[in-house]
T-cell receptor, first 117, second 110 residues
Framework: DVKVTQSSRYLVKRTGEKVFLECVQDMDHENMFWYRQDPGLGLRLIYFSYDVKMKEKGDIPEGYSVSREKKERFSLILESASTNQTSMYLCASQWKVGRGRKEETQYFGPGTRLLVL | RKEVEQDPGPFNVPEGATVAFNCTYSNSASQSFFWYRQDCRKEPKLLMS???SGNEDGRFTAQLNRASQYISLLIRDSKLSDSATYLCVVGSGGSYIPTFGRGTSLIVHP
């Protein structure tokens, strides 16, 4: 079974703090993603990475950065946390599209609920 | 216009009922289609892929209508444990990034 883990289930931070959210997958997936999920807005893509040291902005990258130094690990960084970044953060991993695999399933971690005070 | 649209619901049905959800997509080049299930305060998980010929998995049936650009999910004999949010997901083949709908909430009551 694919396993995607996230460093924290719940996190409380203060405005202005630097926040690190880590995600690790054990299936040698090329693609990794960070989403946030808010009521009524669904899943919104923040950043994704298709290889080590490669990253691309998603729909809402402002206020976030990412790091992918190793294939299995994808980190999301909030440089200076703000109250509007209070949300559920979900990491996902996926095989590289076009490898001949029939499914493009994304496997999600359990999520991190971040509260910024 | 959002690329993948779903009725948010909630669909409130009694146990044993049959319920159907539709999802429309705007990108005619889309090539892969999925339904994910998300339980309250949990992560989304793949429920089933949707193939051109339609597919069935127990009480769940998924169908694709390319001409009208929608996919559907039919749940027969609803159980209390089917209560969840169902997310429609569409991939465009050449892109790394699938597009998620906002989800349809299902509540199955006794």
């Amino acid at each position: 079974d694919v396993k995607v883990t996230q460093s924290s289930r719940y996190l409380v931070k203060r405005t202005g703090e630097k926040v690190f959210l880590e995600c690790v997958q054990d299936m040698d997936h090329e693609n990794m993603f960070w989403y946030r999920q808010d009521p009524g807005l669904g899943l919104r893509l923040i950043y994704f990475s298709y290889d080590v040291k490669m990253k691309e902005k998603g729909d809402i990258p402002e206020g976030y950065s990412v790091s992918r130094e190793k294939k299995e690990r994808f980190s999301l960084i909030l440089e200076s946390a703000s109250t509007n970044q209070t949300s559920m953060y979900l990491c996902a991993s996926q095989w590289k599209v076009g490898r001949g695999r029939k499914e493009e399933t994304q496997y999600f971690g359990p999520g991190t609920r971040l509260l910024v005070l | 216009r959002k690329e993948v649209e779903q009725d948010p619901g909630p669909f409130n049905v009694p146990e044993g009922a049959t319920v159907a959800f539709n999802c429309t997509y705007s990108n005619s080049a889309s090539q892969s289609f999925f339904w994910y299930r998300q339980d309250c305060r949990k992560e989304p998980k793949l429920l089933m892929s949707v193939y051109s010929s339609g597919n069935e998995d127990g009480r769940f049936t998924a169908q694709l209508n390319r001409a009208s650009q929608y996919i559907s999910l039919l749940i027969r004999d609803s159980k209390l444990s089917d209560s969840a949010t169902y997310l429609c997901v569409v991939g465009s083949g050449g892109s790394y990034i699938p597009t998620f709908g906002r989800g349809t909430s299902l509540i199955v009551h006794p």
